[in-house]
């Protein structure tokens, strides 16, 4: 009967390089999608651990629903999608900084 920590465990301690806190930034070199998107739109993936496609697929819902006049709000768009609703949220934020959807406020 072996003793050690075992790892896993829920509490995040000291040591351990932060890594459970930051993931590692997603590689998107080989990623289908990647050559679709901006620098900015990389970053947010990246950053965000967000496939290409994912965000291709959200942006797109986000732009249609703006251009039916639908006021998009932050939190409309944290459960819109079957992503973190962070992700969501910096995709939203990085179309709004575009201008490429209408804020709806609030949220």
């Known amino acids: 009967s072996g003793g050690g920590s075992?790892?896993?465990?829920?509490?995040?301690?000291?040591?351990?390089?932060?890594?459970?806190?930051?993931?590692?930034?997603?590689?998107?070199?080989?990623?289908?999608?990647?050559?679709?998107?901006?620098?900015?739109?990389?970053?947010?993936?990246?950053?965000s651990r967000l496939l290409p496609v994912h965000y291709l697929s959200i942006k797109e819902a986000l732009m249609r629903a703006s251009a039916c006049g639908e006021p998009l709000k932050r939190a409309d768009v944290r459960v819109m999608f079957k992503v973190e609703p962070v992700k969501a949220v910096r995709v939203y934020e990085l179309l709004?900084?575009?201008?490429?959807?209408?804020?709806?406020?609030?949220?």
Do not use: A, F, I, Y
Request: charged share 20%.
């Open 6 to 47: 075992g790892g896993g465990g829920g509490m995040v301690g000291l040591s351990g390089g932060g890594r459970k806190k930051v993931p590692l930034p997603l590689d998107l070199t080989q990623l289908p999608g990647v050559e679709l998107l901006s620098r900015r739109e990389q970053d947010v993936c990246t950053n």
């Open 96 to 107: 709004l900084s575009n201008g490429w959807v209408q804020d709806g406020g609030g949220g």
